[in-house]
T-cell receptor, first 111, second 118 residues
Framework: AQSVTQLDSQVPVFEEAPVELRCNYS??????LFWYVQYPNQGLQLLLK??????LVKGINGFEAEFNKSQTSFHLRKPSVHISDTAEYFC?????????FGTGTSLTVIP | ETGVTQTPRHLVMGMTNKKSLKCEQH?????MYWYKQSAKKPLELMFV???????ENNSVPSRFSPECPNSSHLFLHLHTLQPEDSALYLC?????????????????FGPGTRLTVT
């Protein structure tokens, strides 16, 4: 079975600073990769996805992620964060019809 | 209403109660999902329905009983729950579960039902 590891449970960062949220997964066989964001009292919203093609994927709100097959990683980055980026971020992997999620990373942007 | 809605948003029930969670999607999708989100744990996929047929049941205890009367509605019937079942239950939908050529059926999530079992 697939497993998804988000190494950092909490990431505090100052406003306008860059941020990287890390994600590693266990198997690289036919996987599709996603990052979701969850704001308080809301459901998950898709930030970006990797299906195939270019390993650098751009998403909404200025986020991007890079697929690294050899390191089985899919880290999320943003060059300059805003207060409104404070939320929970989830990495997910799809294999077949199964979705596997990480435990989430809580990003707190400090003014 | 647009997107995926869930009712109720909060539910407190005793272990001997019977209650139901409701999910409705207004996106014209054919696949619907139930997830359980517990604190500090990965999101757990519970059930998948595609064109009203259940396609996945990830070893969920029988005290959780899903129902999908049509492609727009999904229910989760609850009975004799345990305190460890307290969690946020999320519903999601997608056009289908298939990975079509050149596209992907991403999931759209509802806001969830916060369930507390006492």
């Amino acid at each position: 079975a697939q497993s998804v590891t988000q190494l950092d449970s909490q990431v505090p960062v100052f406003e306008e600073a860059p941020v990287e949220l890390r994600c590693n997964y266990s198997s690289s066989v036919s996987v599709y990769l996603f990052w979701y964001v969850q704001y308080p009292n809301q459901g998950l919203q898709l930030l970006l996805k990797y299906l195939s093609g270019s390993t650098l994927v751009k998403g909404i709100n200025g986020f991007e992620a890079e697929f690294n097959k050899s390191q089985t990683s899919f880290h999320l980055r943003k060059p300059s964060v805003h207060i409104s980026d404070t939320a929970e971020y989830f990495c997910a992997v799809r294999t077949g019809n199964q979705f596997y999620f990480g435990t989430g990373t809580s990003l707190t942007v400090i003014p | 209403e647009t997107g995926v809605t869930q009712t109720p948003r909060h539910l407190v029930m005793g272990m001997t109660n019977k209650k139901s969670l409701k999910c409705e999607q207004h996106l014209g999708h054919n696949a619907m999902y139930w997830y359980k989100q517990s604190a500090k744990k990965p999101l757990e996929l519970m059930f998948v329905y595609n064109f009203k047929e259940q396609t996945e049941n990830n070893s969920v205890p029988s005290r959780f009983s899903p129902e999908c009367p049509n492609s727009s509605h999904l229910f989760l019937h609850l009975h004799t729950l345990q305190p460890e079942d307290s969690a946020l239950y999320l519903c999601a939908s997608s056009p289908t579960t298939a990975i079509a050529s050149g596209s992907f059926n991403e999931q759209y999530f509802g806001p969830g039902t916060r369930l507390t079992v006492t």
